[in-house]
């Protein structure tokens, strides 16, 4: 049986500012010692509706509001009309035909896993906020993180993090200076059919570690030239596991604010979430898989026509790769084609296809969240990419060049490049009048843009909930005291909505207004 949400809930607001899986305080610290501090966080500015054009497309604006356990739908006056209330903290929904949210949420007690965007539970919620499928995806081997796709069947797409010990990650051929003491975390992704009213079974999987290349240890089957095996991941990219630390020491730095206060989190399992999966999505039409991985600064795409024993090797599936790569952009020196001067991808989240009828059908939006700029100045942007594929529809690659295109075919930049900048969560998609719908996450901050750039209409969210400790003492609402995941435009001809009544609740919620900081003491 859980507990109470406000009593065993984690800290939304916690979640949120390290779920990028960095720690985002002392990266923000340091960009402020240019002494242009930008307000990613957008306090002290207005909230609510800040702009809005004549002509913008009929429809309403879904989003979670931060530490709590609703989500609101807003009519383009920025007025709340619907909300759908569960029983833990919420990180992403999605709305079905039907009314119902299909939406990610907080497990209250998991255990083993630590990273930032634990979710563990994917539950179904009817229009009027009753809880019709609760499932639990959380346990000491393996733990749902950050974002799900449901597919047509209404089976759940779901990425999920793993736990190998550092003997597994050895014999896999990974460097020992890469291997935490508490073992790694890889990804995979699962299908779930939905049984019941908290039954799921997996039917199908696919997972990181069955799509490996290494060239440190020769006695390994996986051994070979990443440069010649595009599609497959080099186990061995990312940076040394730091030296371990003391319990104390790691707590002291807590306190001063230099280390996420994650649960489950200790000195052995720092650096365990190596790719951290942020974001999945599914294609029907060519039955393949799209996912991020902002560690990695590269997405990929992989085929869901596979069995699930296909899915773990190299042959088979509608493009007879089984589980290998057919496709990946954004950090070609992953597979020591390029270096980071052609590194386009930096912490990136939210990757997507164009839906068939859109502006731009089949190509791929992602949301750039932190690229180096002038006077460590970073910036984010929304980019729209072609992948170069044949007639038959396979993706292309010239030999020994990496994966294409060379640039976006279509980005939003803000036009001073800086004030746009949100350097975790966030995303943005494409709507049916060719505009883009851009959520600037850390800010909480909702807008369209047309193609030429220009902001047609604007909504920063002014509502957050009150979570509580397991104490009873309030989360302190700074920084993350806006934040949103996932922000997604809703046309007013969507299933959902047919004869359904949306007029503004009376009363409208109540804005969260910060306290005024405490006077110092003399």
């Given at each position: 049986?859980?507990?109470?949400?406000?009593?065993?809930?984690?800290?939304?607001?916690?979640?949120?500012?390290f779920s990028c899986g960095v720690d985002k305080k002392e990266t923000v610290e340091k960009k402020q010692?240019?002494?242009?501090?930008?307000?990613?966080?957008?306090?002290?500015?207005?909230?609510?509706?800040?702009?809005?054009?004549?002509?913008?497309?009929?429809?309403?604006?879904?989003?979670?509001?931060?530490?709590?356990?609703?989500?609101?739908?807003?009519?383009?006056?920025?007025?709340?009309?619907?909300?759908?209330?569960?029983?833990?903290?919420?990180?992403?929904?999605?709305?079905?035909?039907?009314?119902?949210?299909?939406?990610?949420?907080?497990?209250?007690?998991?255990?083993?896993?630590?990273?930032?965007?634990?979710?563990?539970?994917?539950?179904?919620?009817?229009?009027?906020?009753?809880?019709?499928?609760?499932?639990?995806?959380?346990?000491?081997?393996?733990?749902a993180h950050h974002d799900f796709t449901v597919l047509p069947n209404g089976n759940i797409l779901a990425?999920?993090?793993?736990?190998?010990?550092?003997?597994?990650?050895?014999?896999?051929?990974?460097?020992?200076?890469?291997?935490?003491?508490?073992?790694?975390?890889?990804?995979?992704?699962?299908?779930?059919?939905?049984?019941?009213?908290?039954?799921?079974?997996?039917?199908?999987?696919?997972?990181?570690?069955?799509?490996?290349?290494?060239?440190?240890?020769?006695?390994?089957?996986?051994?070979?030239?990443?440069?010649?095996?595009?599609?497959?991941?080099?186990?061995?990219?990312?940076?040394?596991?730091?030296?371990?630390?003391?319990?104390?020491?790691?707590?002291?730095?807590?306190?001063?604010?230099?280390?996420?206060?994650?649960?489950?989190?200790?000195?052995?399992?720092?650096?365990?979430?190596?790719?951290?999966?942020?974001?999945?999505?599914?294609?029907?039409?060519?039955?393949?898989?799209?996912?991020?991985?902002?560690?990695?600064?590269?997405?990929?795409?992989?085929?869901?026509s596979t069995t699930t024993q296909e899915a773990a090797g190299h042959k088979g599936g509608r493009w007879?790769?089984?589980?290998?790569?057919?496709?990946?952009?954004?950090?070609?020196?992953?597979?020591?084609?390029?270096?980071?001067?052609?590194?386009?991808?930096?912490?990136?989240?939210?990757?997507?296809?164009?839906?068939?009828?859109?502006?731009?059908?089949?190509?791929?939006?992602?949301?750039?969240?932190?690229?180096?700029?002038?006077?460590?100045?970073?910036?984010?942007?929304?980019?729209?990419?072609?992948?170069?594929?044949?007639?038959?529809?396979?993706?292309?690659?010239?030999?020994?060049?990496?994966?294409?295109?060379?640039?976006?075919?279509?980005?939003?930049?803000?036009?001073?490049?800086?004030?746009?900048?949100?350097?975790?969560?966030?995303?943005?998609?494409?709507?049916?009048?060719?505009?883009?719908?851009?959520?600037?996450?850390?800010?909480?901050?909702?807008?369209?843009?047309?193609?030429?750039?220009?902001?047609?209409?604007?909504?920063?969210?002014?509502?957050?909930?009150?979570?509580?400790?397991?104490?009873?003492?309030?989360?302190?609402?700074?920084?993350?005291?806006?934040?949103?995941?996932?922000?997604?435009?809703?046309?007013?001809?969507?299933?959902?909505?047919?004869?359904?009544?949306?007029?503004?609740?009376?009363?409208?919620?109540?804005?969260?207004?910060?306290?005024?900081?405490?006077?110092?003491?003399?």
């Open positions: 049986m859980k507990k109470p949400l406000l009593l065993f809930l984690l800290p939304l607001s916690i979640f949120f500012w010692l240019t002494g242009k501090d930008r307000n990613m966080f957008g306090h002290g500015i207005k909230r609510g509706l800040t702009k809005t054009t004549e002509g913008i497309t009929d429809g309403y604006v879904m989003f979670a509001v931060p530490n709590s356990a609703s989500v609101y739908l807003i009519n383009r006056k920025g007025e709340v009309v619907h909300e759908w209330k569960g029983n833990y903290g919420v990180m992403g929904a999605y709305l079905s035909n039907d009314g119902s949210l299909i939406q990610n949420a907080h497990d209250p007690d998991f255990p083993v896993f630590a990273g930032g965007g634990e979710t563990g539970r994917i539950q179904k919620i009817s229009w009027d906020s009753n809880l019709l499928w609760d499932f639990e995806y959380a346990n000491e081997l393996y733990h990425i999920a993090w793993e736990a190998k010990t550092g003997a597994e990650a050895l014999a896999a051929g990974r460097k020992p200076e890469l291997i935490p003491k508490a073992g790694i975390w890889p990804d995979k992704i699962v299908e779930i059919e939905p049984q019941g009213e908290r039954g799921g079974k997996v039917v199908w999987e696919w997972h990181m570690m069955d799509h490996l290349v290494q060239d440190y240890d020769a006695k390994k089957a996986n051994y070979g030239n990443p440069a010649d095996h595009p599609e497959l991941l080099d186990f061995n990219v990312g940076k040394p596991v730091k030296p371990l630390i003391t319990r104390d020491s790691m707590n002291t730095l807590r306190k001063l604010g230099k280390m996420a206060p994650w649960r489950n989190q200790t000195p052995e399992n720092l650096g365990s979430d190596i790719y951290h999966f942020n974001a999945v999505k599914y294609n029907a039409d060519l039955d393949q898989i799209a996912f991020s991985s902002p560690n990695l600064s590269e997405i990929f795409i992989i085929d869901h007879g790769k089984g589980g290998d790569f057919l496709y990946r952009w954004g950090n070609p020196g992953n597979y020591r084609r390029g270096d980071s001067t052609n590194q386009v991808l930096h912490h990136q989240h939210d990757i997507r296809w164009i839906e068939k009828g859109k502006p731009g059908a089949g190509n791929l939006t992602v949301f750039n969240n932190d690229i180096p700029g002038r006077d460590s100045l970073n910036y984010s942007a929304v980019y729209e990419i072609a992948p170069p594929v044949n007639k038959p529809g396979a993706y292309v690659l010239e030999k020994g060049k990496a994966f294409g295109p060379a640039k976006p075919v279509w980005s939003y930049i803000a036009s001073d490049t800086i004030s746009f900048w949100s350097d975790f969560i966030s995303g943005a998609h494409r709507m049916d009048n060719g505009h883009t719908f851009i959520d600037e996450g850390a800010r909480g901050r909702f807008f369209e843009v047309n193609k030429e750039g220009e902001i047609l209409w604007e909504f920063l969210n002014p509502y957050r909930g009150d979570i509580r400790k397991p104490n009873g003492d309030p989360i302190p609402p700074v920084p993350l005291t806006y934040t949103g995941f996932r922000a997604t435009f809703i046309p007013a001809s969507h299933p959902a909505l047919a004869n359904r009544k949306l007029e503004p609740l009376k009363p409208q919620p109540k804005p969260f207004v910060l306290p005024p900081p405490p006077v110092a003491k003399k």
